[in-house]
């Protein structure tokens, strides 16, 4: 059997919040795709970096800090000195942890700034530092990670994460801001929308976490994403921007 075409052959492509769980398996997919990777991280990224070089993959691993404006800006200057380009970008760096609690009055403010700045500060600031390359070099992909929580009430009266979910919904209205702005470059920006992912599991699915109110009757796992991932970096994707596209399994939303 001839074996499978890889449709981001070449591609460069710089991958924030790269170290471990979907950040890792996003770049592990867009390796084996064939892109060459610039993977970022304030943690060490050597295990993912280890992967992707064994899906034969060439790979800068940068420790970068997505809140800082200095650091971006580096980030995608070492990024087109390694490679000679940045074909795209996937905005996943993100902060979840800690942010829950039983009320609103429970949300400390300190963890509000924090969340935003690495959700939406980052987002906003690794897209900034990577468009002067795209428009100058006639094009390029951002895919920014969402989630599908902004899209319905929250499911529970005993905890309450308004800065995560405010956070995802502004990297929506950031998406369909710079729309018009980067199209008349050529450069494509999508957000993704995962909803409900056991980050930790067999990649087939095998163990994933019983629910009864998604479609599949399961939780996602790391490959239910990496697709659309991979879909959104290529060619075939050329004429969808400003879009939301939500990766849930059927998972009722508003």
Do not use: C, H, K, W
């Given at each position: 059997m001839a074996e499978r075409a890889k449709r981001l052959q070449d591609q460069v492509i710089i991958v924030?919040?790269?170290a471990r769980h979907l950040g890792q398996a996003y770049s592990v997919r867009l390796a084996e795709?064939?892109?060459k990777l610039a993977i970022c991280d304030v943690l060490d990224c050597a295990e993912t970096s280890a992967l992707c070089e064994a899906a034969g993959a060439e790979v800068l691993s940068l420790n970068v800090d997505v809140t800082s404006e200095d650091a971006t800006l580096d980030m995608a200057r070492r990024t087109n000195e390694r490679f000679g380009r940045v074909d795209g970008l996937?905005?996943?760096?993100?902060?979840?942890?800690?942010?829950?609690?039983p009320s609103i009055m429970d949300v400390d403010p300190d963890w509000w700034d924090k969340v935003f700045a690495v959700n939406v500060k980052g987002t906003f600031l690794c897209t900034r530092a990577v468009l002067p390359y795209m428009r100058d070099q006639g094009g390029g992909k951002i895919v920014n990670i969402g989630s599908t929580t902004m899209l319905r009430p929250s499911n529970s009266v005993n905890s309450s994460m308004p800065h995560y979910v405010a956070s995802k919904g502004a990297i929506m209205a950031f998406t369909r801001s710079i729309v018009r702005e980067l199209g008349q470059y050529n450069i494509n920006v999508n957000t993704l929308a995962p909803g409900g992912t056991d980050q930790d599991v067999d990649l087939t699915g095998s163990d994933a976490t019983p629910e009864e109110s998604r479609a599949?009757?399961?939780?996602g796992?790391?490959?239910?994403?990496?697709?659309?991932?991979?879909?959104?970096?290529?060619?075939?994707?050329?004429?969808?921007?400003?879009?939301?596209i939500a990766v849930n399994g059927g998972k009722e939303v508003s």
């Open positions: 924030t919040g790269a795709e064939g892109a996937l905005n996943n760096a993100g902060l979840m942890t800690n942010i829950t609690g599949f009757g399961r939780r796992v790391p490959s239910d994403l990496t697709g659309t991932v991979a879909y959104l970096f290529s060619s075939d994707a050329d004429f969808v921007t400003g879009q939301l």
